[in-house]
């Protein structure tokens, strides 16, 4: 049987590539398996030789000590791979097909899955509804950030490229299909971006490139994007954003108004999450901030599509109330100006056949707006030092070197 090596949490500010066990097509206990789901047997799901697996910044959250995942999880929920075992149960599925992995695990079975609502999954977790791979409180099941991995349910989730090496062609665009472009592209649709709309996308890691390259793909007239770190706006900008630095500016209608002449936007979007910062150069940790801001710049009746990542646990909170999720929100000002919220999980496969075909088809070009970085698997520790300081990178980890360089 092939070895397998992986990426695992150690603690906080610590990850290390280790040999982990050859995936099997039963759920086995280790860091993070929900004891209910121990012997889960998948004969509904194949194994994997990892293509292309990436860095997200939801797996920062955990590397930097912001949640309760235990040492030794394998992480990493956004997975390309090749079909190399399928299960005795899978019909459609074959082995050597190229397939993208929604983060989202979902059955297929339960009313959310019938309804599309993937991201809501009530047979996949037994602690509440929802489920990814290699991510805390999220049933356990084991990251892709490895040379192999089992997916269940694979004729339900798995999208099949159409031509192999034509997907290989354009690997570093379609590896995205797994979560931050349809994450991207969720938080755009959710904020009701339309052809000739003004569009504020806040923070400018690879989510909000994303969602900022959503909303032109979806016809915004204007899309701004704000965030503290310049290298990650000059990134926005290279693709056709506008931009403001609420490091050197903080106050944010101001800058809009500069742009737009106008004060406001039609809709906002909120990249950031829980970790945000407040605005100005001695800022510090404020988890509200985004919520609020965009509150704030966005038009009554405007809608805010919020596909950034908020807990319910945080050890490394600022106060008690953050640390179970719980912070000041101005719900009357979203009250007032009649906003409509959309939070949660993105159900990747309600976008990522669309999205495929447009990569496909030229159309989008997400690997460059998020600045894909191609590296090995034993350059990841390093790499998720990099992004933690800021870079603006998406790096993408080539475990067996099957990327054309």
């Known amino acids: 049987m092939s070895g397998n090596r992986a990426v695992a949490y150690v603690g906080p500010g610590k990850v290390e590539v280790r040999d982990i066990s050859y995936p099997e097509l039963i759920l086995r206990d280790g860091p993070g398996v929900n004891p209910l789901n121990v012997g889960r ?37 956004e997975i390309t791979g090749e079909v190399i075992e399928v299960g005795r149960d899978v ?10 992995v929604p983060f989202n695990i979902a059955c297929g079975r339960c009313r959310n899955c019938k309804e599309r609502n993937t991201h809501v999954c009530v047979n996949v977790n037994p602690d509440r509804p929802g489920s990814a791979y290699g ?28 031509d192999k090496d034509q997907a290989m062609e354009k690997i570093l665009d379609l590896t995205m299909l797994s979560d931050i472009f349809p994450t991207g592209y969720h938080g755009a649709v959710s904020a009701g971006v339309k052809p000739g709309t003004t569009v504020y996308v806040a923070g400018a890691g690879p989510v909000g490139l994303a969602a900022a ?18 290298e990650r706006l000059a990134q926005a900008r290279s693709f056709g954003c506008e931009t403001v630095n609420l490091r050197e500016h903080a106050n944010l209608a101001e800058q809009i108004e500069q ?16 970790e945000a910062h407040g605005h100005g150069h001695n800022h510090g940790e404020a988890p509200a901030t985004v919520l609020n801001s965009i509150m704030e710049v966005t038009r009554a009746a405007g809608r805010l ?11 490394g909170a600022v106060d008690a109330d953050a640390k179970v999720g719980t912070l000041k929100i101005r719900i009357g000002l979203g009250w007032a100006k009649a906003h409509t919220f959309v939070t949660g999980q993105t159900p990747v496969m309600q976008y990522h056949r669309d999205l495929m075909m447009s990569i496909l088809s030229g159309r989008a070009q997400i690997a460059k707006a998020v600045n894909a970085t191609l590296i090995s698997l034993d350059q990841a520790p390093a790499a998720y030092t990099e992004f933690d300081q800021g870079a603006s990178k998406k790096f993408v ?9």
């Open 41 to 77: 047997k998948c004969d509904h799901g194949v194994i994997l030789k990892v293509v292309t697996t990436n860095i997200c910044g939801s797996d920062q959250h955990m590397v930097r000590g912001r949640t309760t995942a235990p040492s030794g999880l394998v992480l990493g929920h």
């Open 91 to 100: 019909e459609f599925i074959k082995k050597g097909d190229l397939v993208s």
């Open 135 to 162: 991510y805390v409180d999220m049933g356990g099941w084991v990251g892709g950030q490895s040379e192999y991995v089992m997916v269940p349910y694979a004729d339900f989730q798995l999208l099949k490229f159409p």
């Open 213 to 230: 390259h959503s909303a032109q793909l979806l016809g915004a007239a204007v899309v701004i994007v704000g965030d503290l770190n310049s």
């Open 259 to 274: 742009i737009l002449g106008v004060p406001e936007v039609d809709c906002a979007i909120d990249c950031v999450g829980f």
């Open 305 to 315: 599509g919020i596909p950034g990542l908020y807990v319910t646990g945080d050890p």
């Open 397 to 405: 980890i080539d475990p067996h070197n099957l990327v054309k360089r």
